[in-house]
């Protein structure tokens, strides 16, 4: 009879994250993420997914690697996911098939993955079921799953709490404390703080190494308003790009918009599903707002026959620089044709993995030749940092902790704030990798 911590994605490496949870001879799996470099290069202009096998996934390092669970499989009581980012969800379509096990989800992360399957034409054969994003269900006679409403940047993210008689396993990956959130409940502080008897948290650790708390999302919001209201606007071609997920950001853009006094338009697939996931989850209806335009021939149809732009407020994907998304595309292709004195703003911050630093180098030297006005890193991270997992670790007290969602550096930091801060036994303390099974009880 054991408790057991097995990590199959993502531990000591930043992506695909998912890791089983055995109580006995059940296990509930949660998150099944892809890491999306590692995606992109073998999906790199493909449309159509469905003849990419988990197989090829999980070789190239883009999937978990659910193999490491052996015969382990058959015994899977449960998916868990806690949001809708790919890098937690994306590998469901893929994966989710070779367990006969249903998936939970909070109503919009719900939306996600039904936009994610069968609006892709990737159908499950697994249910989906729904649960509010604070509230306890029981899963077998043994197992009781719990979400509880966590703070980040996409609506219903959920940390999962897997309730066994040997006591709770943890599940916080991502999460930030916003004390004062554009759109949502803030975290539920009260229930994290009522939780007894943690055998172990496991933790997202992006920013470990940073010595700061993450602000608001209200912060990005001021930041958005203050900077563009302060410039000279008129008559000029206005594009903005952000994280298509990120629904609180995108609401704060619709507001610039009417303070501009312009109409937004999302431009792109993405913004597409996420908008239609939150209008479907009841989080938030864009349409009486937006002009919404998904697909590429009818974003260049749209920008060559108008021919005064500066009455919008255009909303792309392609934050990155990634060259096949909208803004780089409609630039190279000649739809938008950027004069001087445009402005671009980047609702954003470039994440240093794969090519986003060399894509964004190249968007950049584009943008300055046509003199464009730019703005960057109008933006607030929805992780937390090494002075909001102070106050988790004090607040949970778990028995165990496991770092995630970090490469080397910032798993070591988490770990020395642990023990040589808060107290914690080196012992208890576990840096893992994938494969790398911990036995609790
Ligand atoms: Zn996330």
């Not at 604070?134 to 077998?140: K, M, Q, V, Y």
């Not at 043994?142 to 943890?170: A, W």
């Not at 496991?402 to 303390?429: C, M, N, W």
């Amino acid at each position: 009879m054991t408790l057991e911590v097995i990590p199959l994605g993502g531990f000591s490496e930043i992506g695909r994250n998912c890791v089983a949870i055995k109580v006995d001879d059940e296990v509930v799996i949660c998150d099944m993420g892809l890491m999306l470099d590692k995606y992109i290069e073998i999906t790199e202009g493909q449309e159509d997914k469905s003849n990419i096998s988990a197989k090829q996934l999980i070789r190239h390092g883009a999937a978990p690697d659910t193999n490491l669970l052996g015969e382990l499989r058959k015994h899977v009581v449960a998916i868990a996911i806690t949001h809708g980012h790919l890098d937690h969800v994306g590998a469901l379509p893929f994966l989710a098939n070779r367990f006969d096990a249903d998936i939970h989800a909070a109503p919009f992360t719900a939306q996600v993955i039904e936009q994610l399957t069968n609006r892709d034409r990737m159908p499950l054969r697994n249910r989906v079921i729904t649960h509010p994003s604070n509230g306890r269900f029981r899963l077998t006679r043994n197992i009781e799953l719990e979400f509880v409403h966590m703070t980040h940047s996409i609506p219903d993210t959920v940390c999962i709490v897997v309730h066994s008689k040997y006591g709770s396993v943890i599940y916080i990956n991502d999460f930030k404390f916003d004390r004062t959130p554009t759109l949502g409940p803030k975290t539920n502080i009260r229930r994290l703080q009522q939780l007894k008897g943690i055998k172990c948290l496991i933790i997202d650790s992006l920013y470990a190494h940073k010595t700061e708390k993450t602000p608001s999302e209200k912060i990005a919001e001021d930041m958005l308003f203050d900077e563009v209201l302060n410039m000279d606007t008129k008559g000029r071609t206005m594009v903005i790009t952000t994280f298509s997920s990120h629904i609180a950001r995108l609401r704060s853009i619709v507001k610039l918009g009417k303070k501009l006094g312009r109409k937004v338009v999302f431009l792109g697939r993405s913004i597409d599903k996420y908008a239609t996931s939150a209008e479907l989850a009841k989080i938030h209806n864009f349409k009486p707002d937006v002009k919404m335009i998904a697909y590429r021939e009818k974003i260049g149809r749209f920008l060559e026959k108008e021919k005064d732009l500066s009455k919008y407020l255009l909303v792309v994907t392609g934050h990155q620089g990634e060259p096949k998304a909208v803004l780089s595309r409609i630039i190279d292709e000649g739809y938008l044709k950027l004069k001087q004195d445009d402005i671009v703003i980047f609702s954003s911050k470039v994440i240093p993995a794969g090519d986003n630093e060399k894509n964004m180098e190249k968007l950049m030297q584009k943008l300055k030749s046509r003199k464009v006005r730019i703005l960057t890193d109008i933006h607030v991270s929805g992780h937390g940092a090494r002075e909001d997992h102070r106050d988790l670790l004090q607040m949970l007290r778990p028995e165990h902790v496991i770092p995630t969602h970090g490469g080397i550096r910032q798993l070591d930091s988490f770990k020395q704030l642990a023990v040589k801060e808060l107290g914690y036994s080196p012992k208890k303390v576990h840096i893992l990798y994938n494969g790398q099974r911990l036995r609790l009880a």
